[in-house]
T-cell receptor, first 115, second 113 residues
């Protein structure tokens, strides 16, 4: 069974459109994350949610909005897509920071291409 | 604040020879350290982690890393490279209890036949 899954795997869209990427984890974790990997493979955290509450919100344009309907899901909605949004987006999850076992488990990534 | 430096952007080794991927970190706290591997067009997989227990950490697929506080290093090694080890490797530092994962820029490992 897939531990952290993302849909879609590939997303090609035009500038100005609005799109969503979905993430689900079946590991029983209570913290979930979104990362952006640029064309040089550099990974940067965008958001972190713990028990459906936003705990990290890095400097990300407000066109990006995470939504967590429950502990197992963290979706990423992007408004008014721009060329610079083209990247691979990774979802990850972990146990709570106080658990002593907080390594992050990553999904397979969503490659977003904005034309 | 934490930061990670991976000294080599690309390492090339022959199959069967040792692998050394270098990582140095900076942290205001006693850090937790991780190595992840990313195969082409795949997600990231945890290789190993250091969380203030034994300084020599063994991971999956024959990899290990040694935490050296005096050198602020956490280099990844493997005695004998396999073709399937060709991938991108990321060193990660976090504050205690996993706050703020900070990724290094990555090292691409090529394994030559």
């Amino acid at each position: 069974d897939t531990a952290v899954s993302q849909t879609p795997k590939y997303l090609v869209t035009q500038m100005g459109n609005d799109k969503s990427i979905k993430c689900e984890q079946n590991l029983g974790h209570d913290t979930m994350y979104w990362y952006k990997q640029d064309s040089k493979k550099f990974l940067k955290i965008m958001f972190s949610y713990n028990n459906k509450e936003l705990i990290i919100n890095e400097t990300v344009p407000n066109r990006f909005s995470p939504k967590s309907p429950d502990k197992a899901h963290l979706n990423l909605h992007i408004n008014s897509l721009e060329l610079g949004d083209s990247a691979v987006y990774f979802c990850a999850s972990s146990h709570a920071r106080t658990s002593g076992s907080y390594e992050q488990y990553f999904g397979p990534g969503t490659r977003l291409t904005v034309t | 604040a934490q930061s990670v430096t991976q000294l080599d952007s690309h390492v090339s080794v022959s199959e069967g020879t040792p692998v050394l991927l270098r990582c140095n970190y900076s942290s205001s706290y006693s850090p937790s350290l991780f190595w992840y591997v990313q195969h082409p067009n795949k997600g990231l997989q945890l290789l190993l982690k250091y969380t203030s227990a034994a300084t020599l950490v063994k991971g999956i697929n024959g990899f290990e890393a040694e935490f050296k506080k005096s050198e602020t290093s956490f280099h990844l090694t493997k005695p004998s490279a396999h073709m399937s080890d060709a991938a991108e490797y990321f060193c990660v530092v976090s504050a205690p209890h996993g706050q703020n994962f900070v990724f290094g820029p990555g090292t691409r490992l090529s394994v030559l036949p």
